[in-house]
């Protein structure tokens, strides 16, 4: 990604990089998040809420890297899994998604069933 889109993608509110973010992964078939060294998904706290953060490319990840998080790593995940593992893993924590964020401050925050139904509702395009 050149310098110019990152800088553009980067500078977008919140619900923009989230909308970003859905059309992204519905076409790339992918997505990232970040794990410690044995493979545990970050959880952060935001208002006694835990929450799992996902990026539409890796490279955006690299401005949450920092003080307590510079031990973990991004991980890839096709959108396989996500529906196979990742999906139920959030439903059984009770987790909200943080989607986006950047500069260690949180992205646009949505519950399982908004992202779900956002998701399904992009994937249609690509039927």
Known sequence: MNSKKFESIM???PQKRYDYFIKKIAD?????TIVDS???YAISMIDKHSLISFWPEEEFIA???EENWEDYKPLLLTLDDLSDNVIDYI???GLLINV???????GFVVDLEEFSRDLTTE???YE
Not at 28 to 32: D, K, T
């Open 91 to 93: 439903a059984q924590e």
């Open 38 to 40: 044995e493979g545990n």
């Open 63 to 65: 401005s949450n890297l």
């Open 28 to 32: 790339a078939q992918q997505l990232w």
């Open 100 to 106: 986006f964020p950047l500069n260690g401050r949180s």
């Open 11 to 13: 500078a977008l509110a």
């Open 123 to 125: 994937l249609k395009n």
